[in-house]
T-cell receptor
Framework: NAGVTQTPKFRILKIGQSMTLQCAQD?????MYWYRQDPGMGLKLIYY???????DKGEVPNGYNVSRSTTEDFPLRLELAAPSQTSVYFC????????????FGPGTRLTVT | QKEVEQNSGPLSVPEGAIASLNCTYS??????FFWYRQYSGKSPELIMS????GDKEDGRFTAQLNKASQYVSLLIRDSQPSDSATYLC??????????FGKGTSLLVTP
């Protein structure tokens, strides 16, 4: 199993541009999550999904959108990129009931200039 | 805001010693607790989960949970230079999402 995969690994965006961060998992996990990590800060939840077609906002959703059309994929969309969105983005997934252990992808390092 | 607090460190221990990492949380209804290890430039890696009061051992790692004191700790026995990393404490308050502390930097010196 590849686990959780993310693309791209690195990206530089200009202010106002848009992009989609890709995330996929092959563990048949129902739950998927997007976090951002800023230097010296803990991970902050952006959005999460409990299954295909179901998404909900986390702590810091402004400026982002998500969709979940399949169990495997959970892309994160950035519209009108701003310097405040410069961060490292991690996707994670977990099983449903009983086990909440989350497994993380390798991350995407995004710079907005 | 439900808080998860960790000492940022760095915590420096000599090779072979026991490293003790601590975490406190503010939400009394928290039920699930996790320790992640994060090397510089890498993603968090799950090393321990604990759900009930007491100790849980896995190899050189022991997680300890005290819900009455709202305290969770991680002990690393026989610390190795390869254990040098940032250790993140994470708690599920309600629902499904992890609430992370800012992490404790551990340095194991040869």
């Amino acid at each position: 199993n590849a686990g959780v995969t993310q693309t791209p690994k690195f990206r530089i965006l200009k202010i106002g541009q848009s992009m989609t961060l890709q995330c996929a998992q092959d563990m048949n996990h129902n739950y998927m999550y997007w976090y951002r990590q800023d230097p010296g800060m803990g991970l902050k939840l952006i959005y999460y999904s409990v299954g295909a077609g179901i998404t909900d906002k986390g702590e810091v959703p402004n400026g982002y959108n998500v969709s979940r059309s399949t169990t495997e994929d959970f892309p994160l969309r950035l519209e009108l990129a701003a310097p405040s969105q410069t961060s490292v983005y991690f996707c994670a997934s977990s099983y449903s009931s009983g086990l909440w252990e989350q497994y993380f992808g390798p991350g995407t390092r995004l710079t907005v200039t | 805001q439900k808080e998860v607090e960790q000492n940022s460190g760095p915590l420096s221990v000599p090779e072979g010693a026991i490293a003790s990492l601590n975490c406190t949380y503010s939400d009394r209804v928290s039920q699930s607790f996790f320790w992640y290890r994060q090397y510089s430039g890498k993603s968090p890696e799950l090393i321990m989960s604990i759900y009930s009061n007491g100790d849980k051992e896995d190899g050189r790692f022991t997680a300890q949970l005290n819900k009455a004191s709202q305290y969770v700790s991680l002990l690393i026995r026989d610390s190795q230079p390869s254990d040098s990393a940032t250790y993140l404490c994470a708690v599920i308050n309600s629902g499904y999402a992890l609430n992370f502390g800012k992490g404790t930097s551990l340095l194991v010196t040869p």
